[in-house]
């Protein structure tokens, strides 16, 4: 397989598929894989660009995101690009990169992994509109909440272990969620469970644990029938 999965993509008014790096390609560049023709399709860009970092397609919005820089003198950037012949617009630069980022589902803000010359990325949420940092410390695994209000992520301080954090968009405000270490967590549909696995779990029996936040209250986490 000469290609690797950058995003998947599934949207009433563009076609099914998702986005890959097409290795056959020096350097590598993104395409499209159709999944209604079956087909490799060339992502058109206006300019070349090098170290496709993190590519996203929000598909609510038909607009691309993508990380790259176009030499190696440039810094890494993030391009944001209407879907599928429009301008590449830079929105982000750091020159301490690269860096990773997740789009949240308004469309409006970048949970930013910035890998620099430390051991662990800086971590931060990043209002591309209105071009505001919002600084988090030291952290990694960002997960938005379906309305885009609330961004869980896995904190450090100067290493591991790493703690559960709760970053609240209208309130501005980052809060530790439960007091001991965790190694993975991610929202549920209900805004009061989230799926996590906490360190201790990992030593006793390596499984996920649904946590509701309401009850402080631990269950073994299992997916719902209509998954299977």
């Not at 982000?92 to 990773?100: A, M, S, T, V």
């Not at 272990?161 to 967590?185: F, K």
Request: glycine share 4%; proline share 8%.
């Amino acid at each position: 397989m000469l290609f690797c999965v950058f995003s998947a993509a599934i949207c009433a008014g563009s076609p099914r598929g998702f986005f890959v790096e097409d290795l056959q390609q020096k350097p590598p560049v993104p395409a499209f894989y159709n999944l209604e023709s079956h087909h490799l399709e060339a992502f058109r860009l206006q300019r070349p660009y090098l170290q496709f970092i993190e590519f996203f397609w929000d598909q609510s919005h038909d607009r691309v995101f993508f990380s790259a820089r176009e030499s190696k003198q440039d810094p890494f950037r993030i391009y944001v690009k209407e879907w599928p012949d429009g301008e590449e617009k830079s929105i982000y630069e750091n020159p301490l990169g690269p860096f990773r980022f997740l789009v949240s589902p308004d469309g409006k803000r970048l949970a930013l992994q910035i890998m620099g010359p430390w051991t662990w990325p800086t971590f931060g949420v990043y209002d591309w509109q209105d071009q505001q940092w919002t600084a988090l410390g030291q952290g990694y695994s960002p997960d938005w909440s379906n309305d885009s209000q609330r961004l869980l992520y896995l904190h450090l301080s100067g290493g591991l272990p790493s703690w559960l954090y709760e970053y609240r968009v209208e309130q501005d405000t980052a809060t530790q969620l439960i007091p001991e270490p965790v190694v993975e967590a991610a929202y549920t549909d209900d805004e009061n469970l989230i799926v996590l696995k906490t360190q201790n779990q990992t030593k006793r029996c390596d499984v996920f644990q649904l946590w509701n936040r309401q009850k402080n209250s631990f269950v073994i986490f299992s997916p719902p029938d209509e998954h299977f």
